[in-house]
Structure formats: structure tokens, C-alpha cells
């Protein structure tokens, strides 16, 4: 993935920028800290799929390893390998992969893979002889979720298939595992039992063929904050690490000890009056009631605003908030000040936050999710490319760490897009 070039205002100020994310990467590495806390000598492997849940997946693997992580999980291979490129050796997991996907380059890489068939095991194999290595191999089992893993019916064939290629050293099996499905839901809670017991049935059965691989794992991120039972040798904490609650149900970020790590900030582009009764944005869905100011914000759908985010959004101004004005547009919305004192204020240029950490009352990406009726994992994770992110904290700055210690990557202090 590309990056914007690390250039300046003049004077060698920041340049001016229409929006932005800021990641704190102390924030990452504090809510990993509180993860590992939580998870009883449990291993934490911090998961940095889709760009690091569109934080960086780089830059938050680096921090979440300086927070207390010793493992990182992906979806796909080439996440995996994009952290390889980086330089980072800690242990990688990718659980996505296709028939007929080359894995040569991953186990190359030492990259521990996913099976849930025995295809992918023989593929495994088949990518070892090719590379003269023992690949990693953590075998899946659908214990409820019905996603990924393979059925009670069919796991003795992929054990044994496993089992064949131990034999021959082809590869080690490193790890059983499975997903959970309802861990945020208290409702559910006999279904996360049930999940547990089913994969302890299910190493059982690994073991009478002689597979006793030292890692089982089924904690996300609320089986690591709310299931003790499921915590085992590792646990895969994703949304947490962000600083996100993984169980609103359960209790806010807050409630849980973490700290959200992204705001998604902008400027306004132009402030205006306007006389009552005005459509506002496309299809006239908004219409001013009384003379009042309008906002231009540039941001929109285009950078990942939800367009259903029309007429509910909350944006965060000058300690107040207010709510997207008619439909969200590709690249701008607009916001309805009224015409108080502080609409009478507000200026082009202003900043304002759509979502962070929610001091001063600004809003968070769950309350974003609770406007829309979708998960805040949704509202992170899906901010384009055009919105630059700006890294900050102690951890941006150190040598080690900092984006500017990856290739291709972008100053702690500069502005760069991943």
C-alpha cells in the first residue's frame, strides 16, 4: 500500500490537512497491557487484519508487541507477509486461504496457516518440500459459529491428515483453535460454555492420534475480558487492542480500562448563513426550520463515512455536538449549527471531531455505531486511504518503532497513509 509523501508546510510546519486520523500508539500499547492482564498467563495475540482494523497494521503490530504481545494474527497471507517485509519476526497466524493458493511464500516466512481441511494441509506440505522448511499449521474446528473450522463430523480426517504430515515432517502442528461466536451477548453465555467444551472434546480426540500440539486457543477479544474458561494458552485479541469495547452489553471502553486509539478528525471547509427553509445536501432530505449556520465538513462517504450516517451522524465541535444535516455525500457533509453564540463562532478552519476518545464530550466511534445500527469495528476499520493517519505518543517517536522505521513508511511526525 502506498503513502502520501512527508512534506511540509512552509516554514516546516505541518501541512494543512482537510482530515485526518490520529492513532496513539501508547493507547494501543496500553489497552494490550490491560489484555494481558486479563488473560490469566494466557499468551495475547494481538490481531492486525484488515490495515490493523484500519489503524496501520504495522505500526500497531510494533506497539502491540511493546505492550506485551508475542503474537499477531491476520486474515490473509499477504497481511502476513506484509509484516515479514516490515521486519517483524514475532509469530504470525493468517486463517484465510483459498484452494490452489500458493503457500510457498508463507511458509518460507515462517508464517503459521490455518487448516480447516485437508487440503490445506496437503498444500502445507507441499509448500515445505518446495522450501526445505517444517511449515506451522493450527488446526480449526467449528465448535458453533459455523463459519470457518471443520465439523465434529469431519475433524478426525483433518487430525489424521495432520498427523501423516508430522509424521513425515512436513510441518508441526502448532495450534487447535476455534471461534467464538456470541461472547459479547451475556445472553449467550451457555453457547461460549458450550464452545469451550467442544474444543476441549475436540483435543481430545487430536490426542488419541497422536496430535498434542502445545497451543489451544478461543478467546477473542470479550472471551478475554468477560470468559475465563476460554482464555486457555492463547487468546486473539482483536477490537480490544484499539481500544474498542468488543461487548457494549458488557460495559464501554471505559468500563473495561481501555483507551480508544483512533480520532478521526477535519477542519471546516466553509461556514454560512442561510434563511429558513433551505434543502440542505442532496434530495433536499434537510430542510433548515429557521435562519441558522451551515458547516461544511469534507468528509464523506468516499473516506468512509456511512452514507445511512445521513441526518444521525454526531460531530463534535467546540465542545458540542451536533448531527450530519441531510444525506452524507462522497466527500463532504454538512452540519446545522443553529444560530446561538457558538454557531455565530464557528469559522472555516475550525477543527472538529467526528469520533475519539470521547473527552470533553465528543463522540466515539460506538456512538457512531449506535447512530447507524452497526458495530463500531465497522466504523474504524473502514476509513479509506484518503484520510491520512497521523501517529502519536511516546512509542511514535521511538527509533524502533516509529513508521519511519518501516520501508516505505512515513515519519512519526509527518503524515503518512496506510
Not at 49 to 61: L, N, P, R, S, W
Not at 260 to 265: D, E, F, I, K, Q
Not at 331 to 358: H, I, K, N, S, Y
Request: some cysteine; overall charge negative; glycine content about 12%.
Amino acid at each position: 500500500m502506498t503513502h502520501e509523501p512527508t512534506t511540509s508546510a512552509p516554514g516546516g510546519a505541518q501541512p494543512v490537512l482537510p482530515a485526518w486520523a490520529e492513532v496513539d500508539l501508547d493507547a494501543i500499547a496500553a489497552n494490550t497491557r490491560v489484555l494481558r492482564e486479563s488473560a490469566d498467563g494466557a499468551a495475547v495475540m494481538a490481531v492486525v487484519k484488515a490495515d490493523g482494523y484500519g489503524h496501520g497494521a504495522v505500526q500497531v503490530a510494533r506497539a502491540a508487541l511493546a505492550g506485551g504481545a508475542t503474537w499477531l494474527g491476520v486474515a490473509h497471507l499477504a497481511e502476513a507477509l506484509e509484516l515479514r517485509a516490515a521486519g517483524i519476526s514475532a509469530p504470525v497466524l493468517a486463517w484465510l486461504v483459498v484452494p490452489g493458493q500458493d503457500l510457498t511464500a508463507a511458509v518460507a516466512a515462517d508464517v503459521d496457516v490455518s487448516a480447516s481441511a485437508p487440503q490445506t494441509v496437503e498444500a502445507l506440505a507441499v509448500a515445505a518440500r518446495r522450501t526445505g522448511r517444517t511449515a506451522r499449521v493450527h488446526l480449526k474446528v467449528d465448535t458453533g459459529l459455523s463459519r470457518g473450522g471443520a465439523t465434529a463430523h469431519d475433524w478426525p480426517d483433518l487430525v489424521r491428515a495432520a498427523a501423516r504430515a508430522q509424521a513425515e515432517g512436513a510441518l508441526e502442528v502448532v495450534g487447535l483453535w476455534s471461534h467464538l461466536a456470541s461472547a459479547d451477548d451475556p445472553a449467550q453465555d451457555g453457547l461460549t460454555r458450550l464452545q469451550a467444551e467442544r474444543l476441549a472434546e475436540a483435543a481430545d480426540v487430536a490426542g488419541r492420534h497422536g496430535v498434542r500440539p502445545p497451543l489451544r486457543h478461543l478467546a477473542n477479544s470479550a472471551g478475554t475480558l468477560a470468559h475465563p474458561a476460554t482464555r486457555l494458552d492463547l487468546v486473539r485479541a482483536g477490537i480490544a487492542v484499539y481500544g474498542v469495547s468488543p461487548a457494549p452489553q458488557r460495559g464501554s471502553a471505559a468500563d473495561l480500562g481501555l483507551v480508544p486509539a483512533m480520532s478521526l478528525r477535519a477542519r471546516l471547509a466553509l461556514v454560512k448563513d442561510v434563511d429558513a427553509g433551505e434543502g440542505v445536501s442532496y434530495g433536499h432530505a434537510y430542510t433548515t426550520s429557521a435562519p441558522t449556520r451551515l458547516a461544511l465538513v469534507p468528509v464523506g462517504y468516499g473516506d468512509g463515512v456511512p452514507r445511512h450516517a445521513s441526518d444521525v451522524g454526531p460531530v463534535g465541535l467546540g465542545g458540542r455536538r451536533y448531527r450530519i444535516a441531510g444525506r452524507v455525500c462522497m466527500d463532504q457533509v454538512v452540519l446545522d449549527l443553529g444560530e446561538d453564540a457558538d454557531a455565530r463562532a464557528a469559522r472555516a478552519g475550525d477543527e472538529v471531531e467526528l469520533f475519539g476518545t470521547g473527552a470533553g464530550g465528543a463522540p466515539t466511534a460506538q456512538d457512531w455505531a449506535d447512530a447507524v445500527g452497526t458495530i463500531a469495528y465497522e466504523i474504524v476499520t473502514r476509513l479509506g486511504a484518503r484520510v491520512p493517519r497521523r501517529y502519536v505518543g511516546a512509542l511514535a517517536h521511538d527509533h524502533a518503532l516509529a513508521p519511519d522505521a518501516v520501508p516505505g513508511g512515513v515519519s512519526a511526525t509527518a503524515v503518512g497513509r496506510r
